[in-house]
């Protein structure tokens, strides 16, 4: 690169900045992993214009904004002027890279689903052991749409409750889902990342009074595959009940992510003379809980300050046996 102080400003060193230096090119991040519009090259021994320049230097400012990530103070070159060096700009491209999974701040959450979220009706019998099994898809519109969402600071949370009573084992459950398990997140990717101020790794938890028995913190969007995988798992923390445990797997083909949550019931700690069947309940309504067992998926959508809006709205549709 012949891009140096004094030097001229040649097509190859404006392009290089642009898409053709690996991994401290501004439409790697800005284009193919936010999906924003990309910037363009010039031909080869074209004039690169105070205006392209100007748009380059603009769009860094944006992703840094966007990332929290410092950037240098420059000052973009107006027409009519001579062009100088912008310095440090390759080592900012390349902060912003490195930093692309990051985004100063969420945007809302969005808490609209269909289907069922809720297990209404009484689960187990006796001393048997039972099963709940919550299923939750998350489409986009395409796999593009998702990794957009995703890269540009998107991510999904997962949360359970259960208050209703009436059964021996209601107690039990009630502190398993309530108190013992934390809330779920799965964002980008396995590396570490800030977002709005967090720091997360692949899959996160946060709150809960458990440890999680399996936790895929090295797990995000990027590293999931068609075969469904455990991503997070917490037994009880109750002597009696330490082989119950809930669970949530995710998948993703095409568009679509699946996560399947189970609560499972070994239904061989209960107290003689007792039973290990739990209570129905009232529905949960968005994310405001009723009293029966409840595995909801909601998401947050990246910010829309720095960003447009390159994922559209993901559809949330969930089910429960």
């Known amino acids: 690169m012949t891009y140096s102080q004094g030097g001229l400003i040649q097509a190859t060193d404006y392009n290089g900045f642009v898409s053709t230096t690996a991994n401290a090119n501004v439409n790697a991040t800005w284009n193919t992993s936010y999906g924003q519009t990309a910037l363009s090259t010039v031909s080869g021994g074209g004039t690169v214009t105070a205006t392209q320049w100007s748009s380059l230097n603009n769009t860094v400012n944006s992703l840094g904004n966007h990332q929290a990530t410092s950037i240098t103070s420059r000052t973009s070159p107006v027409a009519g002027n001579t062009i100088a060096v912008l310095s440090n700009l390759s080592s900012d491209i390349g902060n912003c890279w490195t930093n692309r999974f990051s985004a100063y701040a969420s945007g809302a959450q969005f808490t609209a689903w269909t289907g069922n979220v809720s297990k209404t009706s009484a689960t187990g019998s006796g001393s048997t052991s039972w099963t709940i099994t919550f299923t939750h898809t998350v489409t986009f519109a395409n796999a593009t749409a998702a990794t957009n969402f995703f890269n540009s600071g998107g991510y999904l949370k997962i949360q359970q409750n259960k208050s209703s009573v009436g059964t021996d084992a209601d107690s039990e459950w009630n502190n398993l889902a309530t108190n013992v398990v934390g809330q779920v997140y799965l964002t980008s990717d396995g590396s570490s990342k800030v977002i709005a101020g967090?720091?997360?790794?692949?899959?996160?938890?946060?709150?809960?009074?458990?440890?999680?028995?399996?936790?895929?913190?090295?797990?995000?969007?990027?590293?999931?595959?068609?075969?469904?995988?455990?991503?997070?798992?917490?037994?009880?923390?109750?002597?009696?009940?330490?082989?119950?445990?809930?669970?949530?797997?995710?998948?993703?083909?095409?568009?679509?992510?699946?996560?399947?949550?189970?609560?499972?019931?070994?239904?061989?700690?209960?107290?003689?003379?007792?039973?290990?069947?739990?209570?129905?309940?009232?529905?949960?309504?968005?994310?405001?809980?009723?009293?029966?067992?409840?595995?909801?998926?909601?998401?947050?959508?990246p910010e829309t300050t720095y960003l447009t809006n390159s994922c559209g709205t993901p559809a949330i549709a969930a089910s429960v046996v």
């Not at 069947?277 to 998401?299: E, L, W």
Request: with cysteine; proline share 4%.
């Open 198 to 301: 967090t720091t997360y790794l692949g899959t996160k938890v946060i709150g809960g009074s458990g440890n999680p028995t399996t936790l895929l913190d090295a797990t995000g969007f990027n590293q999931l595959t068609a075969s469904p995988v455990v991503i997070w798992k917490q037994l009880d923390n109750t002597y009696s009940y330490t082989s119950n445990y809930i669970q949530t797997s995710a998948s993703y083909t095409g568009s679509v992510i699946t996560l399947t949550t189970v609560w499972f019931d070994a239904g061989d700690a209960t107290p003689f003379g007792s039973t290990n069947n739990i209570s129905g309940g009232t529905a949960t309504t968005g994310i405001t809980f009723g009293t029966a067992p409840a595995c909801v998926v909601t998401y947050y959508a």
